[in-house]
């Protein structure tokens, strides 16, 4: 039996931006001005704030003037402390995974996520349920879709990360350790989606579950 995802996913919301294949070839041009000059070597991370929880059911409001996109992603909860860990061994650290839609304001820069429009109230709809490993024996293989009002908006899978959940938790390991209960928002494919007042967005992933919220104005 699943177990409640927002029980278990009680620790840092951690984001990573630019991981889908997509998106990143999206942006290669943009990544070759000043100041850069060169495409992202290491995660491009964030965090959302305790504030941005949300679960299923429950609103998300667009802020007054302002744009609001969804952002369907794996979520995957720790579930014991993983400090420096290979990634042979880092899908041992797992506690299971779940639904997640990263919600946010359209962004300029994808090297430096903006608080602003990542950490508003409600900006993080979490999964009512949480998907064991044994259930989910390949997070690489997975489908992730959005609908919004019941059709089919956007529609990708996690075969086209750039670094895989094993590779993201080595690689965020190296330099801190991730605890129980800590959650790794895995990326947010291309095509982001813009949502309106009224709209009701639903994120599927199937084998770990669904999630969907009513957009409300403020």
């Known amino acids: 039996m699943p177990q409640a995802s927002l029980d278990k996913a009680s620790g840092t919301l951690f984001g990573v931006a630019l991981n889908y294949r997509g998106l990143l070839d999206s ?3 943009e990544f070759q001005q000043p100041p850069y000059q060169k495409q992202p ?4 991370l964030f965090i959302k704030t305790p504030n941005t929880r949300n679960g299923e059911g429950r609103p998300v409001t667009i802020p007054c003037d302002e744009r609001l996109t969804a952002g369907p992603a ?3 909860v720790i579930g014991r402390a993983a400090s420096r860990v290979g990634v042979e061994q880092a899908l041992e650290h797992v506690a299971g995974y779940t639904v997640i839609n990263e919600f946010s304001l359209p962004e300029d820069s994808y090297y430096r996520p903006a608080v602003k429009a990542k950490c ?5 709809g979490i999964g009512a349920q949480l998907a064991s490993p044994e259930e989910v024996p390949d997070p690489q293989r997975l489908p992730i879709r959005l609908y ?3 059709e089919l908006r956007q529609e990708n899978t996690t075969a086209n ?3 895989g959940v ?3 938790i080595s690689e965020l390991s190296e330099f801190m350790t991730l605890g129980p209960g800590d959650v790794l928002i895995t990326g947010v494919p291309e095509g982001r989606v813009e949502l309106h007042a009224g709209d009701r967005v639903r994120v599927e992933i199937p ?3 669904s999630l969907t919220n009513t957009v409300v104005a403020e």
Request: net charge positive.
């Open 41 to 44: 070597v290491k995660p491009v």
């Open 74 to 76: 794996l979520g995957v």
């Open 207 to 209: 084998g770990v579950g």
């Open 161 to 163: 990360m750039v670094r």
């Open 166 to 168: 094993a590779e993201l």
């Open 148 to 150: 919004v009002n019941g």
């Open 27 to 29: 942006r290669l041009a």
């Open 120 to 124: 508003r109230d409600g900006f993080c």
